[in-house]
């Protein structure tokens, strides 16, 4: 049976083989992330079995209530990875600071950013939630980083990934030769190679926003949305379906499989916050993933994996998909910036009529 199939661990060995120069560092530091991945994955199907689930009692540096597996997932993550020597450091979602590897092990060559579990406020309802991770070099290899070392700009990431725990596990990675996903088989508990080379469809009749900010949104995503609402009779001349899971990674994996646009914007509820989510272990490693399946990735005005980091949990507006769809949001940031959008007066339904 293993004849036919391609495991994680083979897959890197035929990728190094590629580097003669390569000490093998890099396969060993996936190999571990994808351990802390199969254990993490291990917790959420046992669920409430397990005792898990429930909120842990404290917030983490971003002010969000930390789930129990909030935790559990970051010390996991955290286990795997600070022991083999590959890391200089890691930062998380869920600690202030970066991690300082304990003195009784050998600093390495990389700095290995995560959110341990991405949609986190998804597991009491059962539905599927994710890990997100982002590999960079770090500028001082062999000692511990500073913190300005993590702050690299999005391109610069050697790896960026993701595992979806969702009906089955699958490991979903790019090392900057296309994107391959690798479905956990629970029997061997290997990650073995289903969907070599990733493509997404370059357009899509799918979007996914979070519906209920409408009245916060920028000009641009409100034009944008308008036209996909009045389906084949207005300017776009075809229907449109909506979707929004709530987690990144399960929303990211479906628009990577059928094709789709993802927007969480930036809008006007804090000033202080431009967009959601996360740059360093959210945003760009989601990037780096859609631009080698063919897509795009922008804030509406500029390509997520250029922006240059001021801090370690740096929020951002993300706008990811299908090529034809992303370029089309970015031309109106362009036309609306500084001009207003009027919401049409033809609207039938009054769901997403903006305040304006
Ligand atoms: P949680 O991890 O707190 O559930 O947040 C998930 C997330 O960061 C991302 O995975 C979702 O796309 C987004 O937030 C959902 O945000 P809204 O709850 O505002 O729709």
Redesign the pocket.
């Known amino acids: 049976m293993l004849a036919d199939h391609t495991t994680l661990s083979q897959f890197l060995i035929e990728e190094r083989r590629r580097f003669p120069e390569a000490t093998g560092d890099f396969s060993a530091l996936i190999i571990d992330v994808g351990l802390a991945c199969k254990a993490i994955a291990r917790r959420v199907a046992n669920g409430a079995l397990a005792g898990v689930l429930g909120a842990a009692g404290a917030t983490n540096v971003q002010g ?1 209530a930390q789930q129990k597996l909030d935790v559990i997932a970051n010390e996991l993550f955290i286990k795997a990875n600070e022991w083999g020597g590959q890391l200089a450091g890691m930062a998380s979602e869920e600690m202030d600071m970066p991690w300082t590897i304990p003195p009784r092990y050998p600093r390495g060559k990389y700095l290995l950013l995560f959110d341990p579990l ?5 597991i009491d309802v059962n539905a599927p939630v994710g890990s997100i991770f982002s590999i960079l070099r770090a500028p001082n290899p062999g000692v511990d980083p500073r913190p300005e070392d993590f702050l690299q700009p999005g391109v610069k990431q050697v790896c960026a990934g993701y595992a979806i725990y969702g009906p089955s596990t699958m490991l979903v990675l790019t090392v900057g030769t296309g994107v391959h996903g690798f479905t956990l088989d629970p029997q061997l508990g290997e990650f073995i190679l289903t969907n070599p080379r990733i493509k997404m469809p370059p357009t899509t009749q799918e979007f996914a926003i ?1 519906a209920s900010n409408a009245r916060f949104w920028e000009p641009a995503v409100k034009r944008y949305v308008d036209e996909c609402l009045q389906g084949k009779p207005g300017p776009r001349g075809k229907d449109f379906n909506m979707r ?1 899971i ?4 399960a ?1 990211c994996h479906r628009i990577l499989i059928r094709g789709g646009v993802f927007m ?1 914007p930036r809008d006007t509820r804090d000033p202080g916050k431009p967009g ?2 996360r740059l360093m272990y ?1 945003a760009n490693p989601i990037a780096m993933i859609a631009e080698q399946a063919g897509g795009l990735a922008t804030t509406g005005q500029d390509r997520i994996l250029d922006v240059k980091p001021s801090k370690l949990h740096q929020r951002i507006a993300l706008i990811f998909g299908s090529r034809e769809e992303v370029e089309r949001i970015e031309a109106y940031h362009r036309d609306h910036s500084g001009r207003k959008y009027e919401t049409p007066k033809f609207k039938t339904s009054e769901l997403f009529q903006s305040a304006e």
């Open positions: 969000e991405d949609g986190s406020s998804n979070n929004w709530a987690s990144l990674v929303d969480y959601k989510l959210e």
